[in-house]
C-alpha cells in the first residue's frame, strides 16, 4: 500500500495537535515537516514530492490563494473549515476534500480512503509470477493526439475517454478529474497544461488555474461564472476574455 507524505500548515496550534494525533494512527501517512511559515510551505511543496496537505482555510491571516499561485504542482489538498457554504473557489482553486476543525477520525478515514484508492487506481502494480521479472505499470503521462479521443491508465485498464464526452477537467491535487457525461469519471497523472495540449482546441479552453472545460458542454455563462450541468465554475479574468472571444464566434 501507498504510504503518502504529508506536510500541514496550521496557525491554530490545538487544531494541530490534533490533527497530528490522529495522522499518527494510520500507518499509510508519514508526516514530513509541519511548517509554519508561508514561505516555508511554498518552498516545500516546490521542492520535493509531498502527496498530501493538510491546511487550516478559516485562518483570515493567511491568504490560501496566494500561496497555491507560487506551488507549481499541488498536492492533494485537505482543507480544514468550519463552513458549509460557498466552497467552491476552494475546489477552483485545487482543494480536493474538506473536514471540519474537530478533526474527527472518521472524517479523516473517508477523505484518506479516497485519495488512496485514487492513487492505487492511478499506479497500480502487476505482481509478476513466480520466477518471472515483469514490467510494473504506471498511469501514463501525456498521450499523444487521436482522431475524436485518447486512452488515460486508470484501475488498472486502458480507459478510453472520447473528447466530446467530457464535461470539464479539474486539477485535483498532482493529477487530473475527468468528469464525463453519464457521471463518468476517471483520474489521470498529467498536468492541465500537457492534457490541454492533447485536446481540440476548438473544443475546450482554460477558464482558471484548476479547470478546462469543454465549449459544447456549457449551458450558461453570465459575467464571470460557467454552468455546465449542475455545477457551476469561476472564470478568471485572465482567461475571461478569450472565453468571450470564443463563444461569441462559436454564436
Do not use: W
Not at 76 to 92: A, E, H, R, S
Not at 108 to 134: D, G, H, T, W
Amino acid at each position: 500500500m501507498k504510504t503518502l507524505s504529508c506536510v500541514t500548515f496550521m496557525m491554530d496550534n490545538a487544531i494541530e495537535q490534533k490533527l497530528i494525533q490522529r495522522i499518527h494512527a494510520f500507518d499509510s501517512i508519514e508526516i514530513t515537516e509541519i511548517i509554519k511559515t508561508s514561505a516555508r510551505l511554498i518552498e516545500k511543496l516546490n521542492r520535493s514530492g509531498t502527496d498530501l496537505l493538510f491546511i487550516n482555510l478559516d485562518n483570515k491571516e493567511m491568504k490560501y490563494s496566494d500561496i497555491i499561485k507560487l506551488v507549481q504542482r499541488p498536492p492533494f489538498i485537505i482543507g480544514i473549515t468550519d463552513k458549509k457554504n460557498n466552497l467552491q473557489p476552494y475546489l477552483d482553486q485545487g482543494v480536493f476534500d474538506f473536514i471540519g476543525s474537530k478533526v474527527e477520525m472518521d472524517d479523516i478515514c473517508r477523505k484518506i480512503s479516497k485519495i488512496l484508492y485514487i492513487y492505487n487506481s492511478m499506479f497500480p502494480k502487476k505482481e509478476p509470477q513466480v520466477n518471472e521479472a515483469l514490467p510494473v505499470y504506471y498511469a501514463s503521462k501525456s498521450q499523444p493526439k487521436m482522431k475524436g479521443h485518447t486512452f488515460v491508465r486508470y484501475k488498472k485498464m486502458n480507459i478510453k475517454v472520447v473528447f466530446n464526452d467530457i464535461l470539464f477537467i479539474r486539477k485535483t491535487g498532482n493529477c487530473l478529474r475527468i468528469e464525463s457525461t453519464y457521471n463518468k469519471v476517471c483520474y489521470h497523472d498529467s498536468t492541465l497544461k500537457q492534457f490541454l495540449a492533447i485536446l481540440p482546441s476548438e473544443h475546450f479552453i482554460r477558464i482558471n488555474k484548476s479547470i478546462v472545460v469543454n465549449y459544447n458542454r456549457i449551458d450558461k455563462y453570465e459575467k464571470d461564472t460557467i454552468y455546465i450541468k449542475n455545477q457551476t465554475f469561476k472564470v478568471s479574468r485572465i482567461f475571461a476574455a478569450r472565453l468571450k472571444d470564443i463563444l461569441k464566434r462559436l454564436g
